[in-house]
Each structure stands twice: as structure tokens, then as C-alpha cells.
């Protein structure tokens, strides 16, 4: 029979909750979860840099699109980083690629935002958004 104290053990022990972060997890899965979440609050701020960046380079009708594009990111992290469990760092957010872009992507509000410049611009316009674009 296996000892069931020895596999509690092996799998990090009593859950504890961070005093600072109020973080939910063991000891070493909270430190593994800080860093990721370092890492997580840092691809925010880029793709809002990004997004920042696109802003300066658009028409005005495309610059109103892109400061309410800026704001789904923003809300976005919000979310994300209220979680206080460890876990949820270390299984969703540990492999970080494209996930913050694809989280803007798929918002109700990006594509309310890209339906509407279709809606003004036309597909193919010049000064509408790419259709092509899979990130912003």
C-alpha cells in the first residue's frame, strides 16, 4: 500500500496562500507562478506598446479603433492577473506564445471593432483594416 503522507508530500505539500500576492499553492509552485506571471504582465505591455505604436501611424477614423482596441488587453490583464491560483499561471500561461493577441483576437469587441471598419472602409479599402491581419 502506498504511504499516502509520502505522495501528498511528493506532489509539493499543504497548499499555502502568499501573504503579498495572496497566491494559492504550494511554496515552489507559487515561486514558478510569480515568474511566469512576471513574464505574463510584460507580453501585456508589449502588445499594447504594439498597439500604441499602430496608433501613430493611422488614419483618425483607424486611431479611435485602435485606443478601443487598447483597452481589451487592458481588461484582459486584469483578468488574468486577479487569479490567485499558482496552477493557473503554471498550466495556462507557462508556454507563453501568442496568447495575449489571440486573447485581443477573439474578444467580442475586436470584432465588433474589425466588422465595423469593414462596414466603413470595404473589404479591400486602402485605409480599412488588413484583412489578412491575424494579430494585433
Do not use: C
Amino acid at each position: 500500500m502506498d504511504d499516502p503522507i509520502a505522495a501528498w508530500e511528493s506532489e509539493g505539500g499543504s497548499a499555502v496562500r502568499m501573504a503579498a500576492g495572496h497566491m494559492i499553492g504550494t511554496p515552489n509552485q507559487i515561486a514558478w507562478a510569480v515568474q511566469i506571471k512576471s513574464q505574463v504582465d510584460a507580453e501585456f505591455d508589449r502588445v499594447r506598446q504594439v498597439l500604441e505604436h499602430a496608433a501613430t501611424k493611422q488614419s483618425p477614423e483607424n486611431v479611435t479603433d485602435i485606443s478601443a482596441i487598447v483597452r481589451i488587453p487592458e481588461d484582459k490583464r486584469a483578468e488574468v492577473m486577479e487569479n490567485e491560483l499558482a496552477g493557473y499561471f503554471i498550466h495556462d500561461w507557462q508556454d507563453l506564445r501568442d496568447q495575449v493577441s489571440q486573447m485581443v483576437i477573439r474578444d467580442p469587441r475586436y470584432e465588433a471593432i474589425k466588422a465595423s471598419q469593414i462596414a466603413r472602409f470595404g473589404p479591400g479599402s486602402a485605409r480599412g483594416p488588413n484583412p489578412r491581419a491575424t494579430k494585433p
